[in-house]
């Protein structure tokens, strides 16, 4: 999609300043100004955005060059670009642009200016000037005022004629030095809106951390119509218009082609329950359709058509979205285009923009009830959903109108990662058998991984995940459920032999119960780390373990039960004595995936209990 | 007059625009015609290997097999007439066409994810210009494919629809594909086709080498050259891999080629060194002119051992020495007088010091970080300035000593001149006889573990004039092997209990590492600014930023890169957690103090030195009053060799024998009893390796020590169950575990 390119710019471009700043405490930005100026372009009877953005960079501890790098594409121009080193004209640095690669992207129009700055000399300072145009508003939209160096000062200027209805909408400013104010210039018949920023902290990148738009203070962008000489132009005044502009660009890529008939009833041939011709469509575009993503100008809101991807066998969201809705169809099916934004994006529909969404899935509207097929998320079960879609809102074509809903939200149990096993003591070893099952976000993860390895090495690698890759965890007579049915749970069962897992000293035995110790050392440097947590996806782990004891020893120590129990979180690892055997009970469910930084301090705490749980023994001493 | 000259102007910009779109036009017409030539010829090419379906059941559970695999290079020369400013005069044109075919079965998605898509320059041009005179230089890509379906129908596509341009200039465009209907089970067959015709200027093209293996097993592989007859050539087969076939075509053209069937995988093996172990054939041509051995219509089949020696000691007896730097420099040190009388040892010392002082360099810029740590020194320019210094200056006798590193190819199978290393060896007295530049943190007289039992050339050098010669011994010397006594590593780790969390343990860790052990932590370690202080430390000479501060023009510059260097040192922290972390498998919970107590690079002071104290998490477990603690896991981690792993047919090549001992004193806490320490007496040994591990309780410390030793840096395949049964007793020891009981 177009969109998934709007704020994929966004994050290159952060991606590209933060990889050029590392860091780095050295450069500031001392100064910027940037001017935005509405204007109506009567050739091409359209609005475009001129950009004049004009940077200065400080060096505060010694000299260095940096990378400067500035995005255009089909949309945007670079007019015109200016350097200055020390207050001199840099003749001698020459811009140059190049085609970007971005990675999981097979292609896009995203085009890089770029040059190495120098920062002659600690305290000297270097500018860069931009002028750039976007030729249509609705690409404009939005102004970040963090970037990948500290900003002292930035000033922020839009200057919008009174005949262009753009809104602007603040987000992330609290705690930020941020100051506002409005003029309105009577010869331009204009207002200027001036944003003056200071001391904004570099932009940190973290690993599971949420997108720039729920941490950064930036502006949203949202123009909305303009009065033009030749009448009223609407660009996204509300969301029937982007809707409308959606729809205008995929109403005449109906599904209907004899080649997608026919292999959709090749494909159900012999299958009569609705349901499973439907399970059988989307689990055939996850083995035989795979992603590529395009995003290209306009064909990045264009889906390809749904005989061309299933020619080629590769598609981006919204081919394979459209090939999933065409074959549905092609049964008899109502299924319909869907257009979403992933969790990564914090805006929803109420902010009609392309920057709301950036992916496209499948509905299916069946016996009233609504079901939503992502065909990239290869693994994943029918009726089950990714935690990037859940709770997300959601538009589903409707003809010229739309349906405006949500993707449900699934509970944590949906993602279901169990553990059983029945043990016994043999001198220092520990022996059993051992079943597990996934299901949900859990039984994705595994297949992603499986599929990631080649096929000669994934059996190695499965038994290697499973054992820890501890030498000493033997595993055999290992069999799974079908590694091709997304469908059911996985599963596997073993037996294992876990050599030396018992101590021996004396007349006691010192049993480590829990050989995986899930989280147990996961803990957050509260000192370093800047942003919110947020899990991959709700979590659901459940371990059962019977300890058979010999019949010569009696438990005489045992680590007391853990439970945390709270609103984002649970943990409970309890054993219990029973006649001849231990019964061990663990439970570890991540409900609310996005941990709070504030809540660290508490999560390090009831890491601290699990671990405690984990670094103790159970002591069996002889009768 | 102006309205004349603008009307002229306008109509030439017209016409030249014109021409030049109806130039492009036409390139691309020439392209698309090619495209389908080449097209035709590669799909009819009747070699049946590349119509197979099939493959051997033993290769079931592959991810993917390459059927057929085929690389072949044909070139052309001809003459022909251009302008050349105003003159006429002719040119020679060159044209290489190089493609590669491979026909590969496709079983899983990660081999769907590797051959689905294809990245290429489609198009560069280079062509020079100046004035009138044209030197074409030009580079095109043509490529095709077509996909075989399980159930035998072939589907094919047309490229330049399916392609994305990266890059769309006229002189350079850029593609990329992803191939359309590829599915997991379909047979993937395509080719590139590159075409280049360069004027005027051949260069040699390759070496080029070929691997008998690959990541996948490949059933069928052929390599053929198809070279004009005035090219030569130059080959070599190594590791078993055989001899290409020779020929000579119906146009007097020289033919190359090997064919190999059913080629297994390659496998990553633990201690090899592939170069030595992996066969495969290496080509290079060129035109008369290029830097090959063959001559003319020649195939020189090689090893070129003796000829490029030849051309290492034709250019060692044209070098000079131009700076007296070091001369000076060791004046300084020792006082001129006495310069004289210095034992050779003295001199040599010094000036090896010196040159790794020059080289390392100052810091002139703001590239401070210890990656400089890990560049390579200019040997070839070292042994010979070094050579001549220590005979011509101050008479002291040494060869030039000409080696190949034990990760390349043999003495004996040289090709090419980048095969050597170089270094010295003194002969004229002294102790330290080898001086080696191959990298900043060998000492003085410590031979490279890379060269260690290897065979080398010695060049000596007739007289100490300024004009010289030099003599080389008829037969090769073999290079000695250091004793694994001579590459050691001593951890001495005090363990104590922490006094409100017994499962938090303290451990100050002393390492001391000598020979060859010690370079890979001196360079992770140590920052840039510590060696370069380090080095002028030795030579008496002043800091780089001290030098600096003091040049009144320099001192802002050396402020500023003082404070990069400051910036440097913070990260060194960094760089000892990060050790911590990769030697027990988790980070420190607090790392409490670090620092390099020697640097080593002294001679006199040969052994690295670093200490820190930190505190670790997960070594201690509760059980019930009493606690064990995982005293096996303070030798580090030590992963037991997996089952395939046991069986081997490659031999072994270390990186040096060695000696590794683990000392631990670990404080019993107050009130608690030690259970478990005889259990940590083991010992394994045999002729080329040893495991030894003895404790014993003294008051209140628990003395642990650990020796593991490899006798030899090279064993043959043979004695590989010897090393495991010493490798297996390491990693069972890292499970070895100590009861501290409450005393009752």
């Given at each position: ?5 709007a704020t994929l ?6 991606y ?6 590392d860091?780095d405490?050295?450069v500031?930005?001392?100064n ?12 091409d ?8 953005l004009?940077?200065t ?15 255009y ?11 200055l ?22 292609y896009s129009?995203?085009?890089i ?7 002659e ?16 508003p609705?690409?404009?939209?939005s ?5 990948g ?5 930035k000033?922020?200027?839009?200057n ?13 400013f ?9 003029v ?14 200071r001391?904004i ?11 720039p ?14 009065e ?13 218009d982007?809707?409308?502009w ?11 082609n004899?080649q ?8 159900t041939?012999g ?7 439907i399970?059988k469509?989307f ?20 889906p390809e058509?749904?005989?061309?991807v299933?020619r080629k ?17 092609a ?5 319909r ?8 994006i914090?805006y ?11 992916h ?8 009233d009830?609504?079901?939503f ?8 079960g029918?009726?089950?959903?990714a ?6 809102q959601?538009l ?7 349906i405006?809903t ?8 949906q ?11 043999k ?6 058998a051992i079943s597990r ?19 000669e090495?994934s ?11 501890d030498k ?5 007579e290992?069999t799974t459920s079908s590694?091709?049915?997304?469908d ?14 018992v101590s ?6 010192y049993v480590?119960?829990d ?8 803990t957050f440097?509260?000192k370093?780390r800047?942003?919110?947590y ?7 782990t ?6 058979s ?7 005489t ?10 609103d ?7 054993i219990v ?14 409900k609310?995936?996005r941990?709070?930084?504030s809540?660290?301090?508490?999560w ?5 209990k699990l671990?405690a ?8 001493s002889?009768? | 007059?102006?309205?004349?000259l603008l009307?002229?102007?306008c ?13 492009s ?7 698309k ?18 119509d ?5 059941e033993?290769?079931?559970s592959?991810?993917a097999?390459i ?22 005069g002719s040119?020679?044109q060159?044209r290489y066409?190089?493609?590669?075919r491979l ?10 994810d ?6 290429y ?20 890509t043509?490529?095709g494919?077509r996909i075989i379906?399980?159930?035998?129908k072939?589907?094919?596509?047309n490229?330049e629809?399916?392609?994305v341009?990266l890059?769309n ?5 850029e ?8 599915q997991v089970?379909d047979?993937l067959?395509?080719?590139?086709r ?8 051949s260069?040699v093209?390759g ?5 008998l293996?690959?990541?996948y097993?490949i ?5 053929k050259?198809n ?10 087969n190594?590791?078993g ?5 020779q020929s000579?075509?119906e146009?007097?053209?020289?033919v190359?080629?090997?064919t190999?069937?059913d080629?297994q ?20 041509y060129?035109?008369?002119g ?9 195939v ?8 490029y ?14 700076d ?8 300084e ?5 006495k310069?004289k009388?210095?034992?050779p040892?003295?001199?040599?010392n ?12 100052s810091f ?10 890990y560049?390579g ?8 300035t ?9 008479n ?5 000593v000409?080696?190949?590193?034990r990760?390349s ?7 090419g ?7 010295v ?7 330290l006889?080898w001086?080696c530049?191959?990298?900043?943190f ?17 060049l000596?050098?007739?007289?100490r004039?300024?004009k ?10 073999k290079?000695?092997?250091?004793k ?14 922490g006094?409100d969390n ?14 060859a ?18 080095f ?13 501060a003091?040049?009144?023009a ?7 890169i003082?404070a990069a260097l ?10 000892f957690?990060s ?5 027990f498998g988790q ?9 390099v ?5 002294s ?5 690295f ?14 059980a ?7 005293v096996g ?8 060799a997996?089952e395939k ?5 490659l031999d ?5 024998g060695?000696?590794l ?5 670990i404080t019993?806490?107050?009130?608690y ?5 005889e ?5 394994v ?13 003294s008051?209140?410390i628990l ?6 030793t ?6 043959p395949?043979?004695?590989w169950?010897?090393?495991l049964?010493?490798?297996d ?9 100590v009861?501290l009981?409450?005393?009752k």
């Amino acid at each position: 999609m177009r969109k998934i390119f709007a704020t994929l710019v966004l994050s290159v471009l952060l991606y590209a300043n933060l990889l050029a700043a590392d860091n780095d405490s050295n450069v500031i930005i001392l100064n910027s100004k940037e001017f935005y100026r509405f204007e109506f372009d009567k050739k091409d009877n359209q609005v475009k955005v001129k950009q004049e953005l004009t940077t200065t960079y400080r060096c505060l501890e010694y000299r260095t060059a940096i990378p400067v790098v500035e995005f255009y594409d089909d949309k945007t121009s670079i007019d015109e670009v200016k350097v200055l080193v020390d207050g001199n004209k840099a003749k001698y640095i020459v811009p140059k642009y190049d085609y970007y690669s971005i990675d999981n992207i097979f292609y896009s129009d995203a085009h890089i200016c770029y040059f190495n700055l120098p920062i002659e000399r600690k305290g000297s300072s270097s500018e860069v000037y931009f002028e750039k145009t976007i030729s249509d508003p609705r690409y404009f939209t939005s102004i970040y005022f963090s970037d990948g160096y500290k900003v002292s000062l930035k000033v922020v200027s839009i200057n919008i004629p009174r005949s262009v209805k753009v809104e602007l909408k603040e987000l992330n400013f609290e705690g930020r030095d941020i100051k506002k104010s409005s003029v309105y210039d009577s010869k331009l018949d204009a207002d200027i809106i001036t944003y003056t920023i200071r001391d904004i902290a570099a932009r940190e990148r973290e690993s599971h951390s949420p997108g720039p738009t729920y941490t950064e203070p930036h502006v949203m962008v949202l123009c909305k119509y303009a009065e033009s000489p030749v009448g009223k132009i609407t660009y996204f005044n509300t969301l029937d218009d982007q809707y409308a502009w959606y729809h205008s660009i995929t109403k005449d890529l109906e599904a209907n082609n004899d080649q997608v008939n026919t292999k959709a009833k090749e494909i159900t041939a012999g299958i009569s329950n609705d349901l499973d011709k439907i399970k059988k469509i989307f689990y055939w575009m996850h083995d035989n359709i795979r992603y590529i993503a395009f995003e290209d100008g306009i064909a990045a809101f264009k889906p390809e058509k749904p005989e061309e991807v299933l020619r080629k066998k590769y598609g981006d969201c919204k081919g394979m979205a459209h090939l999933t809705k065409g074959m549905l169809k092609a049964l008899g099916f109502d299924a319909r285009l869907c257009w979403i934004g992933t969790n990564h994006i914090a805006y929803d529909y109420s902010t009609p923009s392309i920057a709301v969404d950036n992916h496209m899935i499948c509905a299916l509207i069946y016996q009233d009830k609504t079901y939503f097929l992502d065909a990239t998320e290869n693994y994943i079960g029918f009726n089950e959903y990714a935690e990037r879609i859940q709770g997300r809102q959601v538009l589903i074509e409707d003809g010229a109108k739309y349906i405006h809903t949500k993707v449900p939200v699934t509970v944590y149990e949906q993602n279901l990662n169990t553990e059983k096993a029945t043990l016994s003591i043999k001198g220092t070893d520990v022996e059993g058998a051992i079943s597990r099952e996934w299901r949900g976000e859990e039984k994705e993860n595994i297949f992603s991984q499986l599929n990631a390895i080649k096929k000669e090495k994934s059996n190695d690698a499965f038994i290697k995940y499973l054992s820890d890759d501890d030498k000493n965890y033997a595993i055999t007579e290992f069999t799974t459920s079908s590694l091709q049915d997304y469908d059911k749970p996985l599963t596997v069962k073993y037996k294992m032999k876990h050599s030396n897992a018992v101590s021996s000293f004396g007349n006691d035995l010192y049993v480590d119960i829990d050989f995986r110790k899930d989280l147990g050392n996961f803990t957050f440097d509260i000192k370093e780390r800047i942003l919110d947590y947020w899990f991959s996806f709700k979590t659901n782990t459940r371990q059962e373990v019977q300890l058979s004891i010999p019949a010569d020893y009696a438990v005489t120590a045992m680590p007391p039960d853990v439970i945390v129990k709270n609103d984002d979180y649970e943990f409970s690892a309890t054993i219990v004595k029973q006649p001849g055997k231990l019964l061990y009970t663990k439970s570890i469910v991540i409900k609310n995936p996005r941990l709070v930084k504030s809540k660290f301090e508490q999560w390090n705490r009831d890491i601290e209990k699990l671990k405690a749980f984990y670094n103790e023994q159970i002591v069996l001493s002889k009768k | 007059m102006t309205k004349i000259l603008l009307k002229t102007i306008c109509l030439l910009l017209i016409t030249l625009n014109a021409s030049a779109q109806s130039k492009s036009e036409k390139n691309d017409k020439d392209y698309k015609e090619r495209a389908i030539e080449i097209q035709q010829e590669i799909w009819n090419n009747a070699d049946k290997a590349f119509d197979v379906k099939e493959i051997p059941e033993k290769y079931s559970s592959e991810g993917a097999v390459i059927i057929a695999k085929s690389f072949e290079v044909a070139n052309s020369s001809q003459k022909k007439f251009k302008m050349i400013h105003l003159w006429g005069g002719s040119v020679n044109q060159y044209r290489y066409f190089t493609t590669l075919r491979l026909r590969v079965l496709i079983k899983d998605k990660t081999a769907l994810d590797d051959f689905s898509t294809l990245n290429y320059s489609k198009i560069v041009d280079n062509t020079a210009r100046i004035r009138f005179y044209k030197l074409v230089n030009t580079y095109k890509t043509f490529i095709g494919a077509r996909i075989i379906k399980p159930d035998g129908k072939v589907s094919s596509f047309n490229p330049e629809e399916e392609e994305v341009i990266l890059k769309n200039e006229d002189k350079n465009k850029e593609g990329k594909i992803a191939i359309p209907d590829l599915q997991v089970g379909d047979i993937l067959d395509y080719y590139i086709r590159i075409e280049e015709v360069i004027e005027d200027q051949s260069k040699v093209r390759g070496p080029n080498l070929f691997f008998l293996g690959d990541e996948y097993p490949i059933l069928y592989y052929n390599v053929k050259y198809n070279l004009d007859k005035k090219c030569g050539a130059d080959v070599i087969n190594l590791n078993g891999a055989k001899p290409m076939i020779q020929s000579v075509n119906e146009e007097g053209d020289i033919v190359l080629q090997f064919t190999e069937r059913d080629l297994q995988k390659l496998k990553n093996t633990l201690w090899t060194s592939q170069a030595r172990q992996v066969p495969y054939h290496v080509v290079r041509y060129g035109f008369p002119g290029t830097d090959i051995i063959a001559k003319k219509g020649e195939v020189k089949t090689g090893p070129f051992t003796e000829t490029y020696k030849d051309l290492l000691k034709a250019a060692y007896r044209d070098s000079r020495i131009v700076d007296h730097m070091p001369e000076k420099a060791l004046e300084e040190y020792f006082g001129r007088s006495k310069v004289k009388n210095l034992p050779p040892d003295s001199i040599v010392n010094f000036l090896f010091n010196y040159y790794h002082w020059y080289e390392f360099g100052s810091f002139n810029t703001m590239n401070v970080s210890n990656d400089r740590n890990y560049n390579g020194m200019r040997y070839f320019y070292m042994a010979v300035t070094f050579s001549e210094l220590l005979k011509r200056i101050y008479n002291i006798e040494n060869d030039i000593v000409i080696v190949c590193n034990r990760y390349s190819g043999r003495l004996n199978e040289v090709f090419g001149i980048g095969d050597f290393e170089t270094f010295v060896r003194v002969t004229g007295g002294g102790k330290l006889t080898w001086l080696c530049f191959n990298d900043f943190f060998q000492n003085a007289g410590q031979l490279a573990s890379v060269y260690q039992g290897e065979d080398a050339f010695t060049l000596t050098r007739e007289g100490r004039g300024r004009k010289h010669d030099y003599t080389d011994a008829e037969t090769p010397i073999k290079l000695p092997v250091m004793k694994s006594s001579e590459n050691v590593l001593v951890e001495k780790l005090k363990v104590s209990f922490g006094k409100d969390n017994f499962q938090l343990i303290n451990i100050d860790r002393t390492c001391t590492q000598t020979g060859a052990m010690k370079t890979s932590d001196q360079k992770r370690l140590m920052l840039s600014e510590d060696v370069e202080g380090g080095f002028a430390y030795l030579l008496n000479k002043q800091k780089a930023t001290d030098m600096l501060a003091k040049n009144r023009a320099n001192k802002q510059q050396a402020l500023e890169i003082q404070a990069a260097l400051d910036k440097e040192r913070v990260k060194q922290k960094d760089y000892f957690k990060s050790e911590i972390n990769d030697q027990f498998g988790q980070e420190p919970k607090e790392l409490l103090s670090y620092k390099v107590v020697n640097n080593a690079l002294s001679v006199a002071n040969p052994v690295f030195e670093y200490n820190e104290t930190f505190t670790m998490e997960n070594f201690v477990k509760k059980a019930g009053n009493n606690y064990i603690f995982d005293v096996g896991k303070l030798m580090g981690v030590y992963k037991k060799a997996e089952e395939k792993e046991r069986t081997r047919t490659l031999d072994i090549y270390m990186s040096c024998g060695r000696e590794l001992t683990y000392n631990f004193a670990i404080t019993v806490p107050e009130g608690y009893n030690l259970k478990g320490v005889e259990e940590l007496n083991k010992k394994v040994e045999n002729e080329i390796a040893t495991f030894n591990a003895t404790a014993k309780q003294s008051e209140n410390i628990l003395n642990v020590t650990v020796t593991r030793t490899y006798k030899n840096n090279f064993e043959p395949a043979a004695n590989w169950p010897k090393l495991l049964t010493v490798m297996d007793a390491a990693a069972d020891f890292t499970g070895m575990k100590v009861l501290l009981e409450k005393s009752k």
